[in-house]
């Protein structure tokens, strides 16, 4: 079991070094370092200086992460978004999920301490479950954590990877989750689903969260959406066949970032994408497999944040 205290640090010097490179490399002053980092100009300052005190610069940052903060300013650039982190690829072929988990619950973190009541909103899958084990106990009851997907096939089956309930039991807060399938087994039943009063309260809630995490898979055979069970074969080479590249909490869409008007996405049963996005909207996703995805839903602008590793950062950007 890792040790909380040493975790904490390390986080804090992966957030000095990107402080410290966009000082001196990039020549961003303190103001906009600290709108970058969403922190404030003291907070920034502090960063900068505990870059120099720990000696994580020279003429040159003295720690691992240069490269990865480098992939990270060109895709805020390129895509405009409003927050990008890129974490290191595991050394050997393993799992991304942790690297990511850890690096989206520095940034979920931040959003719980606070002490006024706030609304967050989550889809589910195992990279958002990474992140939810890293979040401390803590006691917030002040605050929602809303589920914007149905955790289970048309059939019954609940997915492993559930995020919102798990998350609420270790901070404390109230939750919603969404009791509706994933995909309906028919236009007609999701229609009926929305109705409900359980359904209309939980949207109206995700609508008003201040910030919303959604994991980004591909559309391939055995990705998540397929072998979790929440579509069979068919569908899934139905909406290959539509030119489905990625997805959103069940929702479909094109190499171009475009929903998908057909397939599944008839009887997707989760609250819908915006589209652009019109609030804070972080994907967490990494790995070569999802590169095409993750930049198919950045073309479409259907988040405004991203937490990547290195590996998709580079094919993204290529």
Same mark, same amino acid.
Request: net charge negative.
């Given at each position: 079991? =890792?040790?909380?205290?040493?975790?904490?640090?390390?986080?804090?010097?992966?957030?000095?070094?990107?402080?410290? %490179?966009?000082?001196?490399?990039?020549?961003?002053?303190?103001?906009?370092?600290?709108?970058?980092?969403?922190?404030?100009? $003291?907070?920034?300052?502090?960063?900068?200086?505990?870059?120099?005190?720990?000696?994580?610069? /020279?003429?040159?940052?003295?720690?691992?992460?240069?490269?990865?903060?480098?992939?990270?300013? +060109?895709?805020?650039?390129? @895509?405009?978004?409003?927050?990008?982190?890129?974490?290191?690829?595991?050394?050997?072929?393993?799992?991304?999920?942790? =690297?990511?988990?850890?690096?989206?619950?520095?940034?979920?973190?931040?959003?719980?301490?606070?002490?006024?009541?706030?609304? @967050?909103? @989550?889809?589910?899958?195992?990279?958002?479950?990474?992140?939810?084990?890293?979040?401390?106990?803590?006691?917030?009851?002040?605050? /929602?954590?809303?589920?914007?997907? =149905?955790?289970?096939?048309?059939?019954?089956?609940?997915? !492993?990877?559930?995020? +919102?309930?798990?998350?609420?039991?270790?901070?404390?807060?109230?939750?919603?989750?969404?009791?509706?399938?994933?995909?309906?087994?028919?236009?007609?039943?999701?229609?009926?689903?929305?109705?409900?009063?359980?359904?209309?309260?939980?949207?109206?809630?995700?609508?008003?969260? /201040?910030?919303? @995490?959604? #994991?980004?898979? $591909?559309?391939? %055979?055995?990705?998540?959406?397929?072998?979790?069970?929440?579509?069979?074969?068919?569908?899934?080479?139905?909406?290959?066949?539509?030119? +489905?590249?990625?997805?959103?909490? #069940? %929702?479909?869409?094109?190499? $171009?970032? !475009?929903?998908?008007?057909?397939?599944?996405?008839?009887?997707?049963?989760?609250?819908?994408?915006?589209?652009?996005?019109? /609030?804070?909207?972080? =994907?967490?996703?990494?790995?070569?497999?999802?590169?095409?995805?993750?930049?198919?839903?950045? $073309?479409?602008?259907?988040?405004?944040?991203?937490?990547?590793?290195?590996?998709?950062?580079?094919?993204?950007?290529?």
């Amino acid at each position: 079991m =890792g040790d909380p205290q040493a975790d904490r640090r390390d986080r804090k010097l992966d957030q000095a070094a990107h402080a410290a %490179w966009l000082y001196y490399i990039a020549g961003n002053t303190q103001e906009e370092i600290a709108a970058k980092l969403n922190v404030s100009r $003291q907070a920034a300052q502090r960063l900068v200086a505990l870059a120099v005190s720990e000696k994580l610069i /020279k003429f040159r940052i003295d720690y691992p992460l240069s490269h990865c903060i480098a992939l990270a300013e +060109a895709l805020r650039d390129k @895509f405009a978004l409003s927050l990008c982190e890129v974490v290191p690829s595991p050394a050997t072929a393993g799992s991304p999920y942790e =690297g990511l988990g850890v690096c989206a619950a520095t940034h979920l973190e931040t959003y719980l301490l606070a002490k006024s009541p706030t609304i @967050f909103a @989550f889809s589910s899958g195992r990279t958002l479950r990474a992140m939810v084990d890293q979040i401390p106990s803590m006691n917030q009851p002040q605050h /929602k954590i809303v589920s914007v997907v =149905g955790n289970m096939a048309h059939y019954g089956l609940a997915g !492993r990877y559930e995020v +919102a309930m798990h998350l609420s039991e270790r901070v404390g807060a109230q939750t919603y989750p969404l009791p509706v399938p994933a995909v309906a087994g028919s236009v007609e039943e999701r229609n009926l689903l929305q109705t409900q009063k359980a359904y209309i309260t939980i949207r109206s809630l995700a609508e008003q969260a /201040k910030v919303t @995490f959604v #994991g980004i898979s $591909q559309i391939a %055979w055995n990705s998540p959406l397929h072998e979790d069970g929440f579509i069979n074969d068919a569908e899934l080479t139905e909406l290959i066949d539509l030119g +489905a590249t990625g997805e959103i909490a #069940g %929702w479909a869409f094109d190499i $171009q970032g !475009r929903i998908l008007s057909k397939g599944t996405n008839t009887r997707v049963a989760s609250v819908p994408l915006e589209q652009p996005a019109q /609030k804070s909207t972080i =994907g967490v996703a990494g790995g070569i497999g999802k590169a095409d995805a993750i930049r198919a839903a950045l $073309q479409g602008q259907l988040i405004t944040g991203l937490i990547t590793d290195e590996a998709a950062a580079t094919a993204i950007l290529e």
